[in-house]
């Protein structure tokens, strides 16, 4: 808003149309801040939940890891992810990413000449590339939720802190003046009035 206004009846109807649009959208994002904070910590509390479970299956196939330093076989390569289906969907003005599903390329293990943990460990890797495809999501999720709330943030404090703020007084100021001006007219029409009836007296 510009430091000097106008002192007019045009400027004043301006503001007030203006106030009115301020306080409409404040609590628009009002609720938008309070929708974003709410997702942000469902998203961040499902990182930490996913990220404890990826460390609880690392403890749990820790005991395969002497047996599988004796063997020849690439795990990695038996285990590779081939597709990751997403769904788009919109929170509070942000599009995020749903999980849907993930597919693994299917490799042929020979079951003869492989030992009989194998099946465990592949189901085990699986799981543990899931959950980490998962919280690479929540993580780009959460991301672009944070940059959306500290911009609601922003846009609530402006409109709070500054802009209604400013807007009010400026009507206040302007309903002053022309609360004086129009005193002032009174005034002079009523001098002028009493001149004339003055005048038409003396003549």
């Keep these: 808003m510009a430091d000097k206004i106008l002192m007019n009846k045009n400027t004043l109807a301006a503001l007030k149309i203006e106030l009115r649009e301020y ?5 628009v994002f009002e609720m938008k801040e309070q929708q974003l904070k709410e997702v942000v910590q469902t998203t961040e509390n ?16 820790k005991k395969w890891v002497a047996v599988m330093a004796e063997e020849t076989i690439d795990l990695s390569e038996l285990v590779k992810v081939n597709e990751v289906v997403t769904e788009k969907r919109e929170i509070a003005g942000v599009t995020i990413e749903t ?6 390329k299917e490799v042929e293990v020979d079951l003869f000449n492989t030992p009989l943990w194998i099946d465990a460990a592949l189901e085990a890797i699986r799981e543990q590339k899931t959950n980490r495809t998962l919280v690479e999501i929540e993580e780009r999720n959460l991301e672009l939720l944070k940059e959306e709330l500290a911009e609601a943030r922003r846009m609530k404090n402006a409109l709070k802190e500054v802009f209604i703020p400013e807007t009010q007084e400026n009507i206040r100021k302007i309903e002053i003046y022309l609360g004086d001006v129009e005193r002032l007219a009174i005034g002079c029409a009523k001098l002028v009035k009493k001149k004339k009836q003055e005048k038409k007296a003396m003549a």
């Design 23 to 27: 306080n409409t959208a404040l609590p």
């Design 99 to 104: 999980f849907k599903d993930i597919a693994f």
């Design 46 to 61: 499902n990182i930490i939940r996913l990220k404890r479970t990826i460390e609880t299956t690392d403890a749990e196939t």
